[in-house]
Structures are given as structure tokens and as C-alpha cells.
């Protein structure tokens, strides 16, 4: 069962988080974009399950109360490569490797949004859902 569809962020700038997605994540495609009388501009960024919707308001800073948004992948190192290879650093490796069954690692996009990307590394869900490390 799916239980998140998509989230909705207000940025500064969608060009800004739409190239950090695409380059985190090639496979993600832009569902739709527009500029919508009394919404302004917006851009979906997903595939055929789950999106990334954002709306570009002039000046939005985004506030300390998000934490992050997480999300799985399937090759982090693959990850890694891509970002840095467009100029992005971790702002936080220092999970990568802590736990036994999967690994993370933090990134902040050019408006300030706070990425952690999780590879698993085992399918058994008991293993994937400990939080004992």
C-alpha cells in the first residue's frame, strides 16, 4: 500500500530544487508545471506514483520546523557521484555508514531545503524498521 502521494513545498526559485532533484534523481520526471492565476508558478517532479510539488513564491525561506525530506534510493554511492558531480556536497555524511541495514546520507538544495536520501540494505522489514543503532 502507498501512503504518501506527494508533498507540497513552497521554494524561492523551482529551477534551484528542480536541478538538485534532477540531478539526485534522473528518473524523476516534471508530471506538469504551470503558472496558475492567484497560485503562481508550480512544478510536479515524480513518476507515476508519487510526486514533488512545488510553487515558487519570491522570497520564501524555508523554516527551521522541516527537518528534512526523506527518500529511498537505490544506489546511494550512484547518489553521491551524480551530486557531486554537480557541485553539491553532503551537508552530513556522518550516518552513511552507522547503521547495519541501511545507509544515509544529507543534502540542501539551493533554496535550503534539507534532502536525506536512504539506501536499504535488506528487504526484511524488521531490519529496515530497527532503531536500536
Known amino acids: 500500500m502507498q501512503i504518501l502521494e506527494h508533498i507540497h513545498v513552497n ?11 534532477r540531478s539526485a534523481l534522473p528518473e524523476l520526471a516534471c508530471r506538469g508545471s504551470g503558472d496558475a492565476v492567484g497560485f503562481g508558478r508550480w512544478a510536479h517532479f515524480g513518476d507515476d506514483n508519487s510526486y514533488i510539488a512545488l510553487t515558487e513564491v519570491k522570497g520564501t525561506r524555508i523554516p527551521k520546523e522541516l527537518r528534512h525530506i526523506g527518500l529511498v534510493v537505490e544506489d546511494i554511492d550512484a547518489l553521491m557521484t551524480r551530486l557531486a558531480a554537480a557541485g553539491y556536497d553532503p551537508a552530513d555524511p556522518s550516518a552513511l555508514n552507522e547503521h547495519p541495514y541501511r545507509r ?6 539551493g ?11 535488506t528487504d526484511n522489514v524488521k531490519h529496515r524498521n530497527d532503531y536500536s543503532q
Not at 521554494?11 to 532533484?21: C, G, M
Not at 544515509?104 to 538544495?109: L, P
Open 11 to 21: 521554494v524561492d526559485s523551482i529551477e534551484k530544487t528542480a536541478a538538485f532533484l
Open 104 to 109: 544515509r546520507v544529507y543534502y540542501i538544495d
Open 111 to 121: 533554496n535550503g531545503l534539507d534532502w536525506e536520501f536512504i539506501q536499504y540494505l
